[in-house]
């Protein structure tokens, strides 16, 4: 192995080169210089690009929002703005507002998640057995994750729409019902947002899902059928504990992004109408800084809903991972 | 043995479980159906409250004034052009890092790994809003630079961890090989690795370029100026002014989303597999 390293090196060894005629030349040179590095040296080479768009897009802006959050920066302090210490977090947790944006909000995720993955998870067991035409279903239950969020979030606001939107046309005709005002009212605003974004949401923990039961063996269903096992018995002592370890951290991202999610919210309710009734934290926020102009508030809040996000995934992936261990 | 009683309980429940997937399949399809329908609507009856698909005296009228009539075609050109850059870049940063969290080891590499998963718990707002101050002082306002760098830093993170859990299930020994047939390292990552990474590569790519064609609440501030304006921004500004310009709202929605509909469910396969191997490797 050694004697053969070595041949290859002496094979490899560097051409002596009397000036650059072409640019392939160059090329070569350059990559022979590389082979001179040491690996963790080539490796820093191969990720600076990335660290150098990272650095400036995200980490400096990090650590600038941690600064403003600081500040009294407004519109009106937009050039002399000074650094006023925690008001700005004291102003956050003294509105009444931040309380039932933040009820709200915890509400939105957990409604959300609840149905995407149980109809998520449902539709993959469903889609899992030999039905007629699996292959055009699954293609079209995917679409809602295909389709642009801001499309499907301005059609599903038409929709809404209480004189002509598609719903309440089809309420009045094959229901009889009085037609809904959903985006006129506090309660149904937000739950025309949440229609919305559970159909938009299923597919991607339906897939997910899909994928985890194509990796269950059939042989643990056919040993529980031979145990004379129910279907609602397999489905509980084989397919949950199989599936549980491909769907934690899909619900976990899943958790983050609805938590996250500022653009179902903001078109759905167009910047939460009825008189901001329909916030979650991030519209919120995103109307404090952008229409508001209370930049230092802002910027405030948002490290408030980052601190909640990050002691969440840290408990959760603490917690699901000991439960791993134990199985 | 099943009885026979058995045996038709299951073929009910086959059949009830059929109903209720194909119902979810209308739910899904219907809005599409209504954008369809409402584009085709002659532009005296786009208030329509009739339920037809096709609406009676159908007609292409809307599409004919989106492209005539409109900036249409313009905002069409400035997000391709911002969601083309931000992929190239997006593909080529990604690409080379996931390669180096995937085979070297150096210093600080769990860190940043951990860093780039943490940066997706921050609220859009987090960085938009110190972004979108720099933006204004360095006078990147209503360009194409401002909000081209802003996308391609939101994609970068999942596209990062995507590429390494891809190289992750490449082989050392293939790059082993051609190091000892006497290719350089460079030689070994570009010609050996990243063509059998084609998957994940395009899968980046399109990832990539959807952050960047749909994105709404980012451009809406950056970019403020109509001629400037992406396609998303355009379809905002026809929705708001509903009774008028439905139909263009709807026909331009159909055109949006038609090519990047087309390209994941073409893609979906490979994304599937990505996005598993990414969370069982994560």
């Known amino acids: 192995m050694k004697a053969q390293r070595a041949k290859n090196k002496a094979r490899r060894a560097r051409p002596v080169v009397t000036g650059f005629s072409s640019r392939a030349q160059i090329m070569r040179e350059i990559h022979y210089r590389a082979d001179e590095l040491s690996p963790a040296a080539f490796a820093y080479i191969l990720v600076l690009p990335a660290a150098i768009v990272m650095f400036g897009v995200v980490i400096y802006p990090f650590f600038y929002n941690a600064v403003l959050s600081f500040s009294n920066m407004s519109l009106r302090h937009f050039k002399d703005w000074h650094i006023v210490g925690l008001r700005q977090y004291e102003q956050v947790f003294k509105e009444k507002i931040f309380y039932s944006v933040f009820f709200k909000t915890l509400i939105w995720t957990f409604v959300n998640i609840l149905f995407h993955v149980t109809v998520g998870v449902a539709l993959a067991i469903i889609l899992n057995r030999k039905i007629f035409g699996k292959a055009l279903i699954r293609t079209l239950l995917i679409l809602p994750w295909a389709i642009p969020q801001v499309i499907a979030a301005l059609t599903w606001r038409s929709m809404f729409n209480y004189e002509y939107g598609a719903i309440n046309l089809f309420i009045a005709h094959f229901f009889h019902m009085t037609p809904i005002e959903w985006l006129g009212k506090p309660f149904e605003a937000f739950s025309a947002c949440v229609i919305t974004n559970i159909w938009l949401g299923f597919p991607f923990m339906m897939t997910i899902a899909l994928g985890g039961l194509q990796s269950i063996p059939q042989e643990l269903y056919e040993a529980a059928d031979i145990d004379g096992a129910s279907g609602w018995q397999k489905f509980w002592t084989v397919t949950v504990p199989l599936l549980r370890p491909v769907m934690i951290p899909a619900i976990t991202l899943g958790i983050i992004w609805t938590f996250n999610n500022v653009n179902i919210i903001w078109l759905v309710s167009n910047g939460g109408e009825p008189s901001d009734q329909t916030h979650i934290l991030v519209s919120y926020v995103y109307k404090a800084a952008f229409n508001l102009y209370r930049y230092g508030y802002a910027a405030a809040l948002s490290m408030v809903i980052f601190a909640m996000l990050l002691i969440f995934s840290l408990f959760f992936l603490k917690r699901t991972r000991a439960s791993e261990a134990a199985y | ?282």
């Not at chain 2, 009539?69 to 400035?78: K, L």
């Not at chain 2, 859009?124 to 209503?142: A, D, F, R, S, V």
């Not at chain 2, 020994?173 to 063509?195: H, N, Q």
Request: hydrophobic share 50%; with cysteine; charged share 10%.
């Open chain 2, 1 to 282: 043995m099943r009885s026979k009683v058995e045996n038709k309980k299951s073929k009910i429940i086959n059949l009830l479980l059929y109903f209720i997937v194909l119902g979810f399949t209308l739910a899904v399809l219907y809005p599409i159906v209504n954008v369809f329908s409402i584009s085709l609507r002659p532009s005296d009856r786009l208030l329509s409250t009739s339920l037809k698909i096709i609406p009676t005296d159908a007609s292409f009228h809307a599409y004919d004034v989106l492209f005539t009539q409109t900036p249409f075609v313009r905002w069409f050109f400035n997000s391709v052009i911002i969601a083309v850059v931000v992929t190239l870049t997006g593909v080529t940063l990604a690409s080379t890092a996931g390669y180096a969290f995937s085979r070297f080891e150096f210093y600080g590499k769990k860190s940043a790994m951990v860093g780039l998963l943490v940066t997706q718990m921050f609220p859009p707002t987090m960085l938009l809003l110190p972004m979108y101050i720099m933006l204004l002082k360095l006078h990147l306002i209503n360009s194409y630079l401002g909000i081209i760098i802003i996308y391609t830093s939101t994609a970068l993170p999942f596209c990062v961890w995507q590429m390494k859990g891809y190289y992750d299930t490449i082989p050392f020994s293939l790059e082993e090989a051609a190091r000892i047939d006497g290719s350089t390292r460079w030689g070994a990552f570009t010609k050996v690795v990243l063509p059998l990474a084609a998957p994940a590569l395009v899968i980046t790519a399109l990832f990539s370029f959807m952050t960047a064609w749909a994105e709404y609440v980012v451009a809406a501030q950056v970019l403020q100026d109509t001629s400037l304006f992406t396609l998303p921004l355009g379809l905002k500004q026809f929705e708001s002014s509903m009774s008028t310009e439905w139909g263009l709202y709807a026909a331009g929605s159909l055109i949006i989303s038609i090519p990047v509909v087309v390209l994941f469910l073409f893609l979906s396969r490979w994304l599937i597999s990505g996005l598993t191997l990414g969370s069982v490797k994560g």
